[in-house]
């Protein structure tokens, strides 16, 4: 079309990695779906998925899984495709794909063969709860998920006790409660974190206090849905 922002227009042998929202299907950026509408493959983790987030959008395109179970091969089979001609959108289940997601792979085939990587950025977990978190977010160590046993979270939060910048993560929401006891345990009741749940969905939740009122406040509010953590150091007072 002319006139029409290039940008939205998918290159031949060029790789889209593509954020997707996190809950919200408002969140999906004007970019995001022209590159998912006219990309001539999309790489996904499962393309069930894809597959419903895009029907939601009204868009139909060839899907190939790429997921933690085959990214090796599955790497190798998109960068031969986009050295063919293709252009190639990955997308992950949500937020932004090789945060926390499969992703690094493919990139670093692209960028070993010199094949352009483009990113198509929007929402992410780590990013959006730490923009409003009220807690110190000029700089930020970000770990994804911590290791689910216990006794090896508690080293991390050991080491990283003293640490000068604010720390970013995932957890599951069966470990949310044991995850908060732990930090209380190690971190003490006065360090400052912020609670994100269910973030840009209708039962949204961000609490900012100290661990001591946060896991008091825990023990009666829901713990289903997704959680981001981010842990204030520990001069920080609110
Ligand atoms: N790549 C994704 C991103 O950019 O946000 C993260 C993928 S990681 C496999 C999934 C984890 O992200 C969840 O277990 C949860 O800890 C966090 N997460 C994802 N969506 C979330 C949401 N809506 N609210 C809070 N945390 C969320």
């Known amino acids: ?46 393309t069930r998925t894809t597959g419903s987030l895009l029907s939601k959008i009204g868009i139909k395109n060839r899907l190939q899984s790429y997921h933690d179970n085959n ?27 090789a945060i926390s997601d499969p992703g690094f792979r493919l990139t670093r085939e692209c960028h070993k063969r010199d094949l352009p990587v483009v990113p198509v950025p929007g929402p992410s977990a780590a990013s959006a709860l730490l923009s409003a978190s009220g807690l110190p977010s000029d700089g930020y160590l970000f770990v994804g998920f911590l290791p689910p046993k216990s006794a090896a979270r508690r080293r991390f939060l050991e080491a990283h006790i003293d640490f000068p910048y604010s720390i970013t993560l995932y957890e599951s929401c069966h470990r949310i409660e044991k995850f908060v006891a732990e930090m209380l345990d190690i971190l003490g009741e006065d360090r400052c974190i912020c609670l994100g749940r269910e973030l840009t969905k209708k039962f949204e939740t961000i609490t900012t206090g100290t661990i001591g009122a ?25």
């Not at 959680?227 to 001069?235: D, E, H, Q």
């Open 71 to 97: 990214e090796r091969q599955a790497a190798v089979r998109i960068a031969d495709a986009l050295v063919a001609g293709e252009s190639v959108a990955l997308v992950s289940d949500a937020g932004t794909p």
């Open 214 to 238: 946060i896991s008091e406040s825990f023990k009666s509010s829901s713990k289903k849905g997704e959680f981001t953590i981010v842990i204030a150091p520990r001069k920080f007072s609110l």
């Open 1 to 46: 079309m002319e006139g029409e922002n290039p940008s939205l227009t998918p290159e031949p042998g060029t790789l889209y990695v593509v954020a997707t929202p996190i809950g919200n299907l408002a969140d999906l950026t004007e970019r995001a779906r022209s590159i998912l509408e006219k990309a001539s493959l999309i790489a996904c983790e499962d």
